[in-house]
Every structure is written in C-alpha cells, then in structure tokens.
C-alpha cells in the first residue's frame, strides 16, 4: 500500500496541474469501516514493478455486484490506474484486472470507474494543461494513447462547464424564479447541522440523488449506510450557506446543489498529507482565504420536477452568496456529454465546456478480448 501510495508522486513530480489526493482517503477508501460500498464489492488492487524492484504502475480491479444487477451486466472495472510511459507496464495492469475479472465471471472492462459515483471517473483526453482538481481524475496524455493501444475504446465521455460568475443574477433566472415560486409554492432552503444530523437530511439527500441520477451512466443507488459515512466524513468542512435546497410547498427535497471552495492549490500545498501541515492549507482554503473558484460538485432536481425551471431558485440563490464571499469561477463536476438538460442550463451564464473525460471499454469473454 505504501507504495501504491507513492506512485504518483512519482508520475506527477514538478507538474503544475496534477492535485493529489489526501492519502488518508485513499487508505480509508480499502477499509470496510470507512468504505460501505465494499460490502457489496470485490476488489483486488495491484501494483506493478520494474526489474530493478520500483514500483511503475498501479491499478484495482471492482466487481460491483450492486451495479452489475442494476444494469444487467457482468463488468469489472478498473479504478486508482497509474504507470510510467511504458507499453509493457500499462498493458500488465490491465491485463491483470482482465484476467482477475474473467475468474469472477465478467465478460466486459471498464474505466476509470470506482465504486460509486462519488469516486473520481473518467480518464482525461483533452485539456492536459489545465488544473485538476479534488473531485476530478488529472492525467498525462500518454494515458489515453496507451488505452488505444491496448483495444480499448469509448464507452462514454463526461465534460465540465467554466462559467465567470456574474455580478447580478441574470434577468432569465430571475423570472424563472419568480414564476415556479408562484406556480407551486416552493422555497430555498440552508441547513443546519441539527437537520443534518439530527433530522436525518443527510439521508433525504442521498435519496433524491439516488431518484435523481439513476438513469445516468453507471450510477449505482447509495445505501444509508454509505449515505450516513458521506455525510460524518465531510459535511462538517462545508459551507452549508452555499448548499441551497429547494422544497415544496409540503416540506418535500426535491433539489439540492452542493458546492465549495476549490482546494487544488491547497491540496498540492498539502502534498497529500494532512500532517504536518496539510491541515493548515486545507482549514485555511475552507474557511479562512479561499481561492478565487468555486467548484459546483453536483445539483439534482427529482425527476417529476426536472424541466420546469428550478435550477434557476438555485443559481438565483448562489450567484448573490458567492459575490459575497469573493468567488470569480465556477467550475463544475463531470457531465456526460449528451445530458443536454443539464448542459443547456448554464446557457445563461456563457459556459467553457472543456476537460473531456473518457470511460473506456473492452470485450473480454475470450482470452484476446476485444473492441
């Protein structure tokens, strides 16, 4: 594990883009009493070594048995992959998961994946020279080059969305907004941290996201229990003024939005250690002077109330908040490229899409595999 840990600082030394991950997550994330999703997993991690005895590549193989049954598949995927620019290496890895996938009875291979939605996906294939950030995979432009090479192709492609935000909320929110509050009586909301985990919000988010996602590619319904370790992990670092949710006029959640100060710098700062002073980068970017860019790490609105105007109650509720605070960009999570009801609503607000991701695929119900 340690030196599945060191890779990386390996691979990225002395590139600007690349943002680490705290290494007390990725040891947590292997660790059932951290780690709910691994009850309904199998996972085999690997790591590969030169003659010499360096590590040079790394890799996990998931069956997600929860997802396979969701989606009537039978698919390993792979996840946490890294290696030096060497055919040799790259294809050991993935050979590797190939073979443990076939022993488990998987026809198919995907990734980046990881357990759920909430684990970083998608390996990066264009924009190589802009910053990476906490909730994103960064890699460099040999990865996907190698990923051809190997007979893998395009499963799917995510994207993000830029946006400078804007001084005043634009005129077209402001009359959406107007309008649904009207029509159906809904408000926005900021929680506490007694209805969060007290009054069992927590759980009430998770399950909208679970309503509100579960047509997407790949997603796999959270449990409370992965709900509740979600929220004892990181609820507490939020800013729950920039967590707006919107109910109806019965008290219902039927959107929320989750953001927060973007921590790449703060993270390099960190070095991917928390000790001994990674804390202080991290409560510093959290609390005390953050960077200039928020991230907008997801919004979900349930599905019987999509289409009707109610991102706008969100982003009429935000852009004000973040003026306050100081926030110039926003940077949102990961998109499938072809969800154009969640694209086209930053229309608005004159969006950069940029940073494309790609899933990758390949047969392997023979011992060759396949495109």
Not at 2 to 8: E, K, S, T
Not at 60 to 70: P, R, W
Not at 186 to 193: A, E
Request: proline share 6%; with cysteine.
């Amino acid at each position: 594990m340690n030196d599945f840990l060191a890779l990386p600082r390996k691979i990225y030394r002395g590139n600007p883009y690349y943002v680490p991950d705290m290494e007390a997550d990725v040891r947590g994330w292997f660790d059932p009493k951290h780690n709910p999703g691994l009850q309904h997993c199998d996972v085999a991690p690997f790591v590969a070594y030169s003659e010499e005895g360096d590590p040079v590549g790394r890799i996990v193989g998931i069956v997600n048995h929860k997802a396979n049954k969701t989606w009537n598949g039978s698919c390993v995927r792979f996840g946490w992959i890294e290696f030096v620019d060497d055919l040799d290496v790259s294809a050991a890895l993935l050979k590797a998961v190939e073979d443990w996938g076939r022993s488990k009875g998987m026809d198919s291979i995907q990734g980046p994946l990881g357990i759920s939605d909430f684990d970083k996906e998608g390996m990066l294939v264009e924009d190589f020279d802009k910053m990476g950030s906490p909730i994103t995979l960064y890699n460099p432009p040999y990865y996907p080059q190698h990923m051809a090479t190997h007979g893998y192709g395009k499963e799917v492609d995510w994207v993000q969305v830029k946006v400078t935000i804007p001084a005043e909320v634009p005129e077209r929110y402001s009359r959406v907004k107007k309008l649904v509050t009207e029509m159906y009586g809904l408000k926005v909301k900021k929680l506490t941290l007694h209805e969060v985990f007290q009054e069992g919000y927590g759980r009430k988010i998770f399950g909208l996201l679970n309503a509100s996602y579960s047509q997407l590619f790949g997603y796999t319904p959270h449990s409370d229990e992965e709900a509740d370790a979600f929220v004892n992990d990181y609820i507490r670092m939020l800013d729950l003024d920039m967590l707006p949710m919107v109910e109806d006029d019965k008290g219902n959640l039927i959107a929320c939005c989750i953001t927060m100060p973007n921590l790449s710098r703060a993270l390099q700062k960190s070095g991917g250690r928390m000790f001994p002073f990674g804390w202080y980068h991290m409560l510093r970017a959290l609390k005390f002077k953050h960077e200039e860019e928020v991230e907008l790490l997801l919004i979900a609105v349930h599905p019987e109330w999509q289409a009707l105007g109610i991102n706008a109650l969100i982003f009429a509720d935000l852009i004000p908040v973040f003026n306050k605070k100081g926030f110039r960009i926003a940077e949102t999570g990961p998109m499938l490229e072809d969800n154009m009801k969640v694209l086209t609503q930053w229309k608005p607000l004159k969006p950069t899409i940029y940073k494309r991701r790609r899933c990758f695929s390949k047969e392997i119900n023979s011992l060759t595999g396949g495109n």
